[in-house]
């Protein structure tokens, strides 16, 4: 009998997703960098965006979509597409959870962000992996969650420190300790801290490199380009409509990405708008956002973790326009930056401030690559590091007991 081939090792990254395309970029830059180590092995997304299929999957990755949950304005929870209680949806989650991952038996376990997955969706899991003994497992947490004050609030909410004792092996902050330590936010005890690796921002490598990945043709004169994105979209109104009221300088064009999820009443306004001006293009969606912000000549974007690390992956100047509810992640992660020189920001900037800052920013009267060149930008790196330490290490079969 010919033998079978020895089993590859096996990834599982865990995103709730109730909101815009963070947590499913995140994850989905982290597949290919475990993908693409001496291991490589193969890597099952489990993700609650509705988006997933927009995004293409490195060769040895799949994906699984959960039912979604949508966040509102205020920060409450609903289910997303279903006429349904949100425990109804937060039940079916979590049942397909824990089936899919104990079919899966993964050797690492990356969950991102909520310790216990939305609503407590993941602890079945958690517990049933733990008692198998194979499953290595790790918290990846952005470099900024929110205020300190809400940060710990909601952290002594979640139980976390009482869920790293029972589920984790280690905790993953995508961050640099120099520009912001999520260490002191959390108030992690000794022996946490202990576990807590900082990877750097996941920034470098995240360019595709693809077709589709130049700036689209100039349309009219222009020579000079202004990049601005708006995340998902799904609280990018805003922003949107004061750069549509911008002034640009001669010569210059405005290529803005509204986001998948905008609003139906801000797509027609950008439709009628990009008909009308030679020196605008509207790309609803792009997965090539690090190459366009490469070859762009200034960037204006709002503050989230994704965009900002593949902009500070490049040398382009940058304006970052923070979201400030309901959480303060980004004003926060924006105002820890601008101090050390690696980008601008404005907090509800109006269409002179960001002429003004244009302005500047194409002229090339600004500067952040030296900075940039100081930060620790790659994270990828050392997650593909951190997590063949992990998939080498052998299990403790004492952990099993202890999630029992």
Not at 99 to 108: F, H, M, N, R, Y
Not at 357 to 385: E, S, T
Request: aromatic share 4%.
């Amino acid at each position: 009998m010919t033998p079978s081939p020895p089993r590859r090792p096996r990834v599982a990254l865990y995103g709730h997703d109730t909101c815009g395309l963070g947590h499913l970029r995140r994850n989905l830059a982290l597949a290919a960098a475990l993908r693409s180590g001496p291991a490589a092995p193969d890597v099952l997304v489990l993700t609650g965006s509705p988006a997933a299929q927009r995004f293409p999957a490195p060769a040895g990755v799949d994906t699984l979509v959960l039912p979604s949950v949508r966040k509102d304005a205020d920060g409450g929870y609903a289910a997303g597409a279903l006429d349904v209680p949100l425990e109804t949806v937060v039940g079916v989650r979590a049942a397909t959870l824990t089936g899919a991952l104990t079919a899966w038996e993964p050797d690492l376990l990356v969950v991102d962000k909520v310790p216990r997955g939305f609503g407590g969706e993941l602890e079945a899991a958690l517990g049933a992996l733990r008692r198998t003994g194979r499953t290595r497992t790790v918290l990846g947490l952005r470099d900024v969650l929110d205020g300190p004050a809400a940060t710990r609030a909601q952290w002594r909410r979640d139980r976390g420190d009482e869920a790293l004792d029972r589920w984790y092996d280690e905790v993953w902050v995508y961050g640099d300790p120099g520009v912001h330590d999520l260490r002191r936010d959390l108030a992690l005890p000794p022996h946490l801290a202990r576990r807590t690796r900082f990877t750097g921002y996941l920034a470098a490598g995240r360019g595709t490199g693809a077709p589709g990945a130049h700036l689209p043709a100039p349309r009219g004169p222009s020579t000079r380009t202004v990049l601005a994105a708006v995340g998902g979209g799904v609280d990018g109104a805003g922003l949107t409509r004061t750069l549509l009221a911008t002034e640009l300088p001669a010569r210059t064009r405005l290529v803005l990405l509204p986001g998948p999820f905008a609003r139906p009443d801000v797509r027609a306004e950008l439709d009628r708008a990009a008909a009308t001006r030679d020196d605008l293009d509207v790309v609803a969606f792009t997965d090539a956002f690090p190459d366009w912000a490469a070859q762009a000549d200034a960037v204006v974007c709002m503050g989230g973790y994704n965009t900002v690390a593949e902009v500070l992956a490049t040398g382009t100047p940058a304006l970052v326009v923070p979201r400030c509810r309901p959480r303060r992640e980004q004003l926060v992660r924006a105002r820890a930056m601008s101090r050390r020189g690696l980008l601008d920001h404005a907090r509800d900037p109006g269409p002179a401030d960001l002429a003004r800052w244009i302005a500047r920013a194409v002229g090339g009267d600004l500067d952040h690559a030296g900075a940039r060149g100081r930060c620790d930008l790659d994270g990828l790196g050392a997650v593909q590091r951190l997590g063949r330490e992990l998939l080498q290490t052998p299990t403790d079969p004492t952990e099993a007991r202890r999630a029992s």
